[in-house]
């Protein structure tokens, strides 16, 4: 255990039965493969693949599986962590059990910050028990923003929906319009029909547009290399950067930044 952090494989037999019972410690459970049922408060809820339930210390709950499933089981002591981030989970109900149903993008996202866990776990350097600490707060951060979901019944709206918060947080690190196309789980077409209903645009203008105002206030609000910059909101080439941001504004980013330092310098 690192931190009094351990992330381990529970594998449950056909009409496999975990008796009502509870942990000392914070637990995540997260589903790997088939579907089962979990128990707590009373209430029986389906427990399906990427489907993921948090367990506060004490709280009793039971398991059954319907046929062979797989569970990651990563346990942790919250006290070990980041102070603000216990406060928070504190604040949104994070003390009692919560059964989470991830959405594509927050699936894949855990599904390698898991990976990452196992990695590093099974390494021994301060190093290692210091990057699974930190997966953990990464990990506890995406299920706080899940919270945030808008209460949608629409499939297509929900999607546009999600991937438009996709690219407001993860502008920095897409590559194309097949980096979410996979995540959806939809093809690229139908992903940009749906986006288009919703927003009036593709994905990728409204990725722009996002990388555009990005670059704009970075311009305006620190001394950054125009290099760096470019690198911050995602673009490989300075050169691509260049041109979209001269498109967006009809001024290079150089032009821009001079621009607004000479009408701050006359107010």
Request: aromatic share 10%; net charge neutral; proline share 2%.
């Amino acid at each position: 255990m690192v931190y009094n952090i351990s992330l381990k494989e529970n594998k449950h037999t056909e009409k496999n039965l975990i008796k009502n019972h509870y942990h000392k410690v914070h637990q995540i459970l997260y589903v790997l493969e088939n579907k089962g049922e979990i128990t707590f408060q009373g209430e029986k809820h389906p427990f399906s693949q990427d489907s993921l339930a948090f367990i506060p210390p004490y709280a009793n709950h039971s398991i059954i599986s319907d046929v062979k499933m797989t569970v990651l089981v990563l346990e942790f002591d919250l006290t070990n962590l980041d102070s603000e981030i216990t406060r928070i989970l504190i604040e949104e109900n994070f003390d009692e059990i919560k059964l989470i149903g991830l959405n594509p993008f927050e699936a894949g996202n855990i599904r390698q910050l898991l990976r990452r866990m196992l990695y590093e776990q099974s390494q021994s350097d301060l190093i290692n028990r210091l990057a699974v600490k930190i997966y953990l707060e990464e990990l506890l951060l995406i299920l706080l923003r899940s919270q945030k979901d808008s209460n949608i019944t629409d499939a297509n709206v929900l999607r546009a929906e999600r991937l438009k918060n996709y690219l407001d947080t993860h502008y920095f690190e897409i590559r194309d319009a097949n980096d979410f196309s996979k995540k959806l789980g939809i093809s690229t077409r139908h992903v940009n029909t749906i986006f288009k209903e919703q927003y009036d645009m593709t994905p990728m203008k409204y990725l722009t547009q996002v990388r555009m105002e990005i670059a704009k206030k970075l311009l305006m609000e620190t001394n950054n290399d125009i290099a760096s910059i470019c690198f911050e909101v995602g673009f490989e080439a300075i050169s691509t950067f260049y041109r979209k941001f001269k498109e967006y504004t009809n001024v290079s980013p150089h032009k821009f930044r001079t621009e607004y330092q000479y009408a701050q310098s006359k107010k």
